[in-house]
């Protein structure tokens, strides 16, 4: 078994011996220019290899091809799932590269071993790797208190990847969306803007140095769902139906009762929250009981109900029977100017505060003033506070008063054009605390408001809720379909003009247009 192989360049050889059908393989074996003894082999039985070599979705795998270094082996593989056989090989390791003739994939070596006379298979699938490789262990977490989508994946290769692209599809619609402007260098992604009650797709996709994209990683979906889902509504805003015309505020007292004040048909209704109407108090005009523009009303304590008459120019207070009890006009004497009340509360001592104002003309914004009134209707004070809500000399409604709210000797007072500013009773500096279009209500320490009223805000949900510190909780509601009333149903509008929640976080809104109902109820999920 004695051999010699004379003139060999220096280099490194694999040597391989053949008889009789068995076979031999020494790899690696370095030859320099003195003479070097090869270590003894033995001829054995031949061995072969199978495995499976997994492409991307739709990728043929026959595009691959299989070369063993330092043998004259190779071969295509000719089976669509992947699958390849190395026959008829010398017990051995051998390096080997899988190589596909699609540009998007990159070479994949690996060292693979032989076994003499054992047809063995590759425990594990090879991958065939991509030039721009896909983030690994993408996933989705969706939170239904804040409706946010968080898209996750591991660290990338930063060598390689300049960072990641984000791609969501309503699965309803072949569009798919890039979210982000330039690629992700974080491995999380959050996603406000869907809309509720869709479902979505989400993908993402690694993006090189150059900012060339490679594939998409299979997609992975969830709903957005909201908190609260539509219950039951009722109340048409049409005129002819003589039910609500423009329902301008909302409140209830300490039975779970509603009432709705309605600028339109000048008159306060009562309703149980079933939506039978118990109670209708006032109509247009100047005598007491009367109302022109009936703003907003209250509630007290004893379920006494007080209505800011901003076309008198005065507030009524009326009894659980709708009795009219006491007329408090606001004089110009007292205020320094002819003052038109528009929003009211009455604090724990029976104390009645009143936001008026001049007129609903921008020229007039400056003339906003908190009026206090004590429990029998008397005059205590007037206080301006225009500069405290943000007014600004511009000639757009920029600092009006939107809705006022009383909570633990604080004072609340959102403005436009989407504002909420607080400060002590002895009104002498505010602060603010967080964007809050009207209307405006607390719910412990939880503050429901409107979320706003152009496109952004659709999107993002008209109801919002956030912490005292201005911080958002949570949001649902979506904006109707103007083009189908039918979808009106279970969607809020822009236009709200109440929002009360009861002690079972049942949430109601009084809402003016784009919508079916006037009155709506929306129950915890």
């Known amino acids: 078994g004695t051999y010699t192989l004379d003139t060999l360049p220096a280099g490194t050889y694999n040597i391989f011996g053949t008889d009789s059908g068995l076979l031999s393989f020494l790899d690696s074996l370095p030859v320099d220019s003195d003479t070097v003894v090869v270590p003894p082999d033995t ?8 495995g499976v070599i997994k492409m991307q979705p739709g990728d043929d795998p026959k595009t691959v091809f299989i070369i063993m270094y330092g043998t004259t082996v190779s071969l295509q593989v000719t089976d669509g799932q992947g699958r390849f056989n190395l026959p008829n090989l010398a017990e051995g390791n051998y390096p080997v590269r899988f190589l596909s003739t699609l540009y998007i994939y990159a070479v994949f070596d690996t060292v693979l071993t032989v076994t003499a006379g054992k047809a063995d298979t590759l425990a594990d699938t090879l991958v065939l790797p991509l030039k721009i490789p896909i983030p690994k262990n993408f996933r989705l977490a969706y939170d239904t208190l804040k409706q946010i989508v968080t898209l996750s994946w591991d660290p990338i290769d930063t060598s390689v990847l300049k960072g990641v692209n984000v791609y969501r599809k309503n699965v309803d619609s072949s569009a798919l969306v890039k979210l982000n402007n330039l690629p992700v260098t974080d491995t999380i992604y959050r996603d406000s803007s869907g809309v509720q009650d869709q479902t979505y797709e989400y993908q993402v996709a690694g993006a090189d140095k150059a900012g060339k994209e490679g594939n998409k990683s299979v997609a992975t979906s969830t ?3 909201s908190i609260y889902s539509f219950e039951k509504g ?4 049409q005129p002819s139906d003589s039910q609500f015309w423009t329902p301008s505020s909302m409140t209830m007292d300490s039975k779970g009762r509603l009432y709705i004040s309605d600028r339109g048909f000048n008159k306060v209704v009562e309703y149980d929250t079933a939506g039978n109407l118990l109670l209708t108090i006032g109509s247009f005009g100047t005598d007491s009981g009367k109302f022109q523009e009936p703003w907003d009303v209250e509630v007290d304590a004893n379920d006494k109900i007080f209505v800011a008459d901003y076309g008198n120019g005065r507030v ?6 709708g009795s009219l009890e006491l007329i408090i006009k606001c004089n110009s004497s007292d205020i320094g100017f002819v003052a038109k009340p528009k929003f009211l509360q009455i604090d724990s001592l029976g104390n009645i505060f009143v936001i008026v104002c001049k007129s609903g003309n921008v020229e007039d914004k400056s003339f906003q003033s908190l009026v206090k009134y004590d429990n029998s209707g008397l005059f205590v004070s007037s ?10 000399p511009t000639l757009d409604g920029t600092g009006f008063a939107q809705d006022f709210l009383i909570r633990s000797n604080q004072f609340y007072v959102s403005s436009a054009p989407g504002n909420l500013f607080v400060f002590q009773n002895n009104i002498t500096a505010s602060s603010k605390i967080g964007a809050a279009r009207s209307p405006v209500t607390f719910v412990n320490d939880s503050i429901f408001y409107c979320g706003g009223s152009n496109v952004n805000f659709y999107a993002d949900g008209p109801i919002k809720i956030m912490d005292i510190s201005g911080n958002i909780i949570s949001r649902f509601g979506q904006k109707p379909d103007y083009a189908k009333p039918g979808t009106w149903t279970n ?3 822009g236009s709200l003009s109440g929002i009360v929640v009861d ?3 049942n949430v109601f809104t009084c809402e003016q247009s784009g919508t079916n109902f006037a009155i709506k109820k929306f129950t915890r999920n």
């Open 43 to 50: 001829l054995k039985q031949p061995g072969s290899l199978a």
């Open 223 to 225: 709903k957005i769902v």
């Open 234 to 237: 009722w109340g048409s805003i």
């Open 316 to 321: 009524q207070k009326f009894g659980p029977s």
């Open 383 to 392: 206080t301006n506070i225009a500069a405290l809500i943000g007014v600004v």
């Open 491 to 493: 969607t809020i509008d």
């Open 503 to 505: 002690a079972n976080l």
